[in-house]
């Protein structure tokens, strides 16, 4: 089982309908949670950060954690067709120091 | 948000050449620094990280002394391809934290093409 697993896609949704973007990870000892956007043949980009259970609102963007769950989820509102790249899950687990585990990312288009 | 530069992005060398690529951040001070690679289609793979002042960790796999990494000082880590053959050709990131939160910050990564 990978500690960090995400559904590779492609998710594919309508420009201005609601993305959801999940994530499911393995060790109950995680404490940090990102997300990171990654355009074709760029690097990744740091969009949300989560350390606590509940929704956490940025902009178009809303991170959802449930750490009974093990499940981190991104929603992007009015989905725009710059949204479209593929969107990793990264965690930091207990006894990790700094080092986060990325699951293999979800590729997500948004058609105008 | 916290700046990550990275010199070159693109290289393109001889089979047994070596390359040289640094990562610095820009506007703080990084305790820790990350070296990972990405393959075409692939996800990330971290391949070692640095600390400041002491040797580099290497994931299980990644061979310390063909990619050797220098981190001299809280701003600037180097990772030196030595020996370079065509199947070293990826896209070699860098991230940098402050230790805060555990947030990594990347650099925009450097392309390597060995022919």
């Known amino acids: 089982q990978k500690e960090v697993e995400q559904n590779s896609g492609p998710l594919s949704v309508p420009e201005g309908a609601i993305a959801s973007l999940n994530c499911t990870y393995s060790?109950?000892?995680?404490?940090?949670f990102f997300w990171y956007r990654q355009y074709s043949g760029k690097s990744p980009e740091l969009i949300m950060s989560?350390?606590?259970?509940g929704d956490k609102e940025d902009g178009r963007f809303t991170a959802q954690l449930n750490k009974a769950s093990q499940y981190v989820s991104l929603l992007i509102r009015d989905s725009q067709p710059s949204d479209s790249a593929t969107y990793l899950c990264a965690v930091n687990t207990y006894n990790a120091g700094n080092m986060l585990t990325f699951g293999g990312g979800t590729r997500l288009m948004v058609k105008p | 948000g916290a700046v990550v530069s990275q010199h070159p992005s693109r290289v393109i060398c001889k089979s047994g050449t070596s390359v040289k690529i640094e990562c610095r951040s820009l506007d703080f001070q990084a305790t820790t620094m990350f070296w990972y690679r990405q393959f075409p289609k692939q996800s990330l793979m971290l391949m070692a990280t640095s600390n400041e002042g002491s040797k580099a960790t290497y994931e299980q796999g990644v061979e310390k002394d063909k990619f050797l990494i220098n981190h001299a000082s809280l701003t600037l880590s180097t990772l030196t391809v030595t020996s370079a053959h065509p199947e070293d050709s990826s896209f070699y990131i860098c991230?940098?934290?402050?230790?805060?939160?555990?947030?990594?910050?990347f650099g925009p990564g450097t392309r390597l093409t060995v022919l």
């Open positions: 989560i350390y606590s259970n």
């Open positions: 060790d109950r000892g995680s404490q940090s």
């Open positions: 991230s940098a934290t402050t230790g805060s939160y555990n947030e990594q910050f």
